[in-house]
């Protein structure tokens, strides 16, 4: 059976795409399963943004196929400036639709750590992730976009932490993208067992200056009793994208997800970044920069779901917008039934640069349940004048005083991320996007 999406795919073609990837019947199951819920699915529908003009199906191939790297000299410069050359051990590199090197240290397979692309993760290790991949945190049905990421998978990344295992170091992962007709289906998958510990941090980077195809990319971390995750994130795809981005956690009792997520995509953009506080006592952190320039139009929503007692969540967001970019943030604190002695705060501020760029900052609370704390805290506004009198006092140039500025405004976020030249280059990026 054909299924018509308007997309240059059919069930025969993700057939044969996993027949050629040797994916396990199940595997090749959902995928077609997925394609043929797509069909009678609706889009999602983001709140105050319009996205029934937006091309979310097209692109001119579903996977394309580079040169793996023999040595990470290979990579371009902004790709190596992110890298510790001198410790390579616990890094994936994927280059387009390619697994192009990966290194994991002795230690950690000795362990029983699993750090993996996603792909080889089917194959190798195929009743972990039938066991969480798009069963708990993301649904493969909840709307055209996910069903259609189930259905072309094309890359991404598994990692599994057993029960006790604690990692010292980040895993890194960098996702480069040289070719401007790769399409991105990138499904990343954390599983961290209980008392277990681990550090993520992935980079997206462009070196096209305009890309053709989607970026459909999709994060499930789940935490289980007593774990900890910190996931850091810098997104730097290029003009061209449309671009939906869903990271989610499900946090069970006493459990930590941290998130550190500087959203720089130079492409239109939908990104949720939902969590679900499943069990007492479990906590997430959430924070969250963006600078949009040029036209582009962006949505992002943050949510921090309260289910179990005790539980705490925090959001922080921070957004530039200049030229005539428009955003909107919205965040969410919601407090269900029964999740006594929950705390929800959340805090989102927005500067505008120009007359045209415009921000929308909706801060969102929801509350089932008496015994609870919440609070919010929003902004949006231009650059405080007395800030730029008091550092041009100091005889600084009005445009570095409105640079220093910004970089203090997103800040704590940046300071956050646990990889130095991560920082680095998010740092660099907010320079070159504001400048």
Do not use: C
């Not at 190798?124 to 976009?145: I, N, P, R």
């Not at 939906?244 to 997520?261: E, F, P």
């Amino acid at each position: 059976m054909t299924v018509e999406l308007n997309l240059p795919v059919t069930v025969q073609d993700v057939r044969s795409f996993s027949e050629a990837n040797g994916e396990p019947t199940w595997f090749a199951e959902l995928r077609t399963a997925a394609l043929d819920k797509a069909a009678g699915l609706d889009m999602p529908k983001p709140d105050r943004t319009n996205i029934t003009k937006w091309d979310f199906m097209n692109f001119p191939t579903h996977t394309v196929v580079s040169e793996e790297l023999t040595s990470l000299d290979e990579l371009p410069e902004e790709a190596r400036g992110l890298i510790n050359l001198e410790s390579q051990e616990n890094l994936y590199i994927q280059r387009n639709n390619t697994p192009a090197f990966i290194k994991t240290s002795q230690e950690l397979a000795d362990k029983g750590v699993i750090f993996t692309d996603m792909l080889t993760a089917v194959r190798e290790h195929g009743e972990l992730v039938q066991k969480y991949f798009m069963t708990e945190a993301v649904k493969v049905d909840e709307h055209k976009l996910t069903a259609l990421h189930a259905a072309l998978v094309n890359g991404g990344v598994f990692v599994y932490v057993p029960k006790n295992v604690v990692i010292e170091q980040p895993l890194q992962v960098v996702f480069l993208n040289d070719n401007a007709e790769a399409s991105l289906y990138n499904h990343v998958l954390v599983v961290a067992e209980a008392n277990a510990a681990v550090t993520y941090v992935e980079t997206y980077i462009s070196t096209v200056e305009e890309a053709k195809g989607q970026a459909n990319i999709i994060s499930e971390v789940i935490v289980q009793d007593n774990a900890q995750v910190i996931y850091g994130a810098v997104d730097v795809l290029a003009k061209g994208y449309t671009t939906y981005v869903n990271r989610r956690a499900r946090l069970a009792r006493d459990a930590k997800v941290d998130w550190a997520l500087g959203l720089m995509n130079d492409s239109d953009t939908i990104s949720e970044n939902i969590t679900h506080l499943i069990g007492d006592g479990s906590h997430a952190d959430t924070k969250t920069v963006v600078v949009g320039r040029g036209e582009q139009k962006l949505n992002f929503t943050t949510e921090v779901r309260h289910w179990g007692k005790n539980s705490n969540g925090h959001i922080l967001k921070h957004g530039v917008m200049k030229d005539a970019a428009q955003s909107i943030f919205n965040g969410i604190g919601y407090i269900e039934h029964g999740a006594t002695k929950a705390d929800a705060q959340q805090e989102s501020r927005v500067l505008m640069l120009s007359e045209k760029a415009r921000g929308d900052a909706n801060p969102i609370l929801l509350i089932d349940e008496d015994d609870v704390t919440a609070g919010h805290a929003a902004s949006v506004g231009r650059v405080d004048p007395l800030q730029l009198y008091y550092l041009m006092s100091r005889g600084i140039s009005k445009a570095e005083a409105e640079r220093l500025v910004i970089h203090g405004f997103l800040a704590p976020v940046v300071t956050q991320l646990p990889i130095e030249g991560v920082q680095k280059q998010l740092t660099e990026v907010i320079e070159r996007k504001v400048r």
